[in-house]
Each structure stands twice: as C-alpha cells, then as structure tokens.
C-alpha cells in the first residue's frame, strides 16, 4: 500500500484528543445528529464543530447537512483506510527491527 505522508497525520490526529475519541465511540452505534452529540458530550457548538472538521478531514467521519442540522456517522471506508495505513506503518517498522542503524 502507497503511504500518503500528507493524510496519515490527519489521521491519527483524529485519535489523539479524549473528547474525539468519546465523539467515536458515541457514533459507534450509528448516525447521530449534531445537536445529539451536544447533549451527550457537554461541550459547546464550537468546540463540537472544531473536533467534527478534525475527524471528518481525517476520512474517520462523515457528515451529511439535514436541514439546519448535520448528521455524523463512522465512514467504514476511513476506518479501513487508517487501518491499513497503521499496517503498512508497523509492516515498515518491522523491516528494520533487528538491523542496527549501520545496516540497513
């Protein structure tokens, strides 16, 4: 698999925030809307618009506009794009594991 250096940081980016990764496990059991997340999540519009354009620019998330709403769901095309991209990461890895610097 050809590794797209520019996406894999927007990625895992996606990850590494607690409040992203409680929005995930929350659309887990499907499409939520917007107004959903607010209630669940206790935070405020902007903070949920901030980390909702972090995931969906990561390909984790999609977002779909229902009237003055928008409606977020797990892309099953991302998800198996990040996996595959933390695949080919550790298969790289693993290449070198037991060359020392001077060897490879």
């Given amino acids: 698999m050809e590794l797209d250096e520019k996406k894999i940081p927007t990625i895992f980016k996606a990850f590494c925030d607690e409040n992203r990764v409680k929005i995930l496990k929350l659309l887990l059991t499907g499409e939520k809307c917007a107004c ?7 935070i ?9 354009k972090i995931l969906c ?5 999609i977002g779909r506009k229902e009237g003055k709403w928008m409606h977020y769901s797990i892309s099953e ?12 990461l550790m298969i790289t890895s693993a290449a070198f ?3 020392s610097c001077c060897d490879r």
């Fill in 36 to 42: 959903v997340l607010l209630d669940d999540m206790h």
């Fill in 44 to 52: 405020t519009q902007p903070t949920l618009s901030h980390h909702m």
């Fill in 57 to 61: 620019d990561s390909g984790i998330v």
């Fill in 77 to 88: 095309n991302g998800v198996q794009y990040a996996i595959d991209c933390l695949q080919a």
């Fill in 97 to 99: 594991e037991n060359k």
